[in-house]
């Protein structure tokens, strides 16, 4: 059975000592990117790394193309992040100082004296600010000499693969893309939003059209046409995407490359073995079988790093570019009103209270869920959705479909929970949620998060333009659910 499924199964030790010993080592464009993420011993260690190889590294000529495209975007964005936790320190202090001062402590006869703690914080907020002032001078600017590109450009000469040189080559990587797409053959059909914003969808390069949707497609159809070419039988492809498009995943777990992917290679390029990892596993696996030296250190900051910048790449995926009042001006409800409240205005007043919650939220324009907070490397969900007819505590097929699809995104890793809100009419609201029946509430929807086990349940009335929950309930799966405030 092996023979027949070996694109489900993985390499067994003495191919795992073989792929180290022939295969060409490919690097992805996310994988060279994130040199610039690192912190100065990290990316000195991991390009070592490289050098070691030798021989033995190659990269199409899409990737080499993507790093010269998005790097100054990369170490642009490195600065800023810098300089925005300089500004927030610069006046976090000065905002609670303000805050303490209106308090008047020291008027109120409590033995306080603020003056030595209002001096100790000045004094470690000083040390703070020189810390971030010292990684912001260290980094990279846009316009200056970069280091990191010249050793990569010493690295990779003469181990980049040839670009197609007029649009018809170009076409020929990308031709039946939009079909493989529709049938979810990867690599590359879960860029498809890439070409939703037409100014992004394309960029000319060599007076040629890159459709930028395309680009993993490119990049694989690169490398098979290079390993037939030269007869390469092993190859090692190293990425930090994890979307479903490269990877196997169930239940949340990534298992392997997509088996499709192994499968294609074999039969188009002739490949006895493929394999891929991730960075942290490509830098763990080569201690193991080079005499590559990696701190643990700069181990655990790639991970955090390639954590990090996954996270931030789901989120913009997620998230629209356009902020949620933009949107409501430009794209006005049509007058189905219900409770006081259309669809616009619903999805408004919940994003003002998931904003004063949650903090920095965004919204999915159109997609689903309607709204993603980002906290560290977590992506939290929520769909907001309108619960007619309330008075019978019901559950309309569309707001199980709402649940089960939550559950889906939580299960498959594209988010890590997910919320749903439902909104209520102000008449409803008023019938349904007195003292006599609240409880019967809280446990139907105990009893549909026990069914459906999402993370939890929050249902309230839209009053005055501001969302206002009259009900929380939370999976036990997950306890820490933050407790949201009505303030206004």
């Not at 690192?38 to 030798?54: C, R, V, Y």
């Amino acid at each position: 059975m092996k023979d027949l499924f070996f694109d489900y199964y993985p390499p067994n030790s003495e191919q795992y000592e073989r792929l180290w010993k022939e295969a060409i080592i490919t690097l992805d464009t996310n994988v060279i990117l994130n040199l610039y993420r690192l912190p100065t011993t990290a990316t000195d260690e991991l390009l070592k790394l490289i050098e070691l190889l030798g021989d033995r590294i190659w990269i199409p000529h899409q990737v080499a193309l993507e790093f010269q495209r998005r790097r100054l975007t990369v170490i642009s964005s490195e600065r800023k992040s810098s300089e925005d936790a300089l500004s927030t320190a610069k006046e976090v202090v000065l905002k609670l100082k303000e805050r303490v001062d209106s308090l008047q402590i020291d008027k109120r006869s409590l033995g306080i004296e603020v003056a030595p703690l209002i001096e100790n914080l000045d004094s470690a907020n000083k040390k703070l600010i020189e810390a971030i002032e010292a990684v912001h001078k260290s980094q990279l600017d846009i316009a200056a000499p970069d280091p990191i590109r010249e050793r990569l450009d010493k690295i990779l000469s003469q181990k980049v693969g040839d670009g197609p040189s007029t649009q018809e080559e170009l076409d020929k990587l990308t031709e039946g893309g939009d079909q493989r797409f529709e049938e979810k053959i990867p690599p590359g059909f879960a860029d498809i939003d890439k070409e939703k914003n037409p100014n992004e969808a394309s960029f000319i390069f060599n007076q040629m059209k890159y459709q930028r949707k395309f680009g993993d497609l490119i990049l694989w159809r690169q490398i098979i046409s290079h390993v037939k070419e030269k007869g390469i039988k092993c190859v090692i492809l190293v990425t930090a995407d994890k979307k479903e498009d490269w990877w196997w995943r169930e239940q949340g777990k990534t298992i392997g490359p997509h088996p499709e992917l192994i499968r294609e290679i074999r039969r188009e390029g002739n490949v006895d073995i493929f394999w891929m990892y991730s960075s942290v596993q490509f830098v763990e696996h080569a201690k193991k079988y080079t005499q590559a030296n990696v701190s643990e250190q700069s181990v655990a900051e790639l991970q955090e790093v390639v954590s990090n910048a996954t996270a931030e790449v789901n989120f913009r995926n997620y998230v629209s570019h356009t902020p949620i009042e933009e949107f409501v001006k430009r794209y006005p409800s049509p007058p189905r009103a219900y409770g006081g409240a259309d669809r616009r205005a619903m999805e408004k007043a919940v994003y003002e209270w998931l904003s004063l919650n949650r903090g920095y939220v965004r919204f999915s324009d159109g997609r689903f869920p309607s709204f993603v907070v980002r906290d560290g490397v977590e992506l939290h969900g929520y769909e907001a959705r309108l619960f007619p007819n309330f008075d019978k505590i019901y559950f309309s097929p569309m707001t199980i479909n709402s649940l089960l699809r939550g559950y889906v995104e939580v299960k498959e890793g594209r988010i890590s929970k997910f919320t749903l809100i439902g909104v209520v009419s102000e008449d409803d609201a008023q019938r349904v949620f007195v003292p006599g029946r609240i409880s019967e509430i809280q446990f139907r929807i105990r009893e549909i998060l026990k069914k459906y086990p999402i993370t939890g349940i929050v249902v309230g009335v839209i009053a005055d333009g501001k969302f206002r929950p009259l009900v929380s309930e939370r999976s036990s799966d997950y306890d820490d659910l933050v407790e949201y405030s009505d303030d206004p």
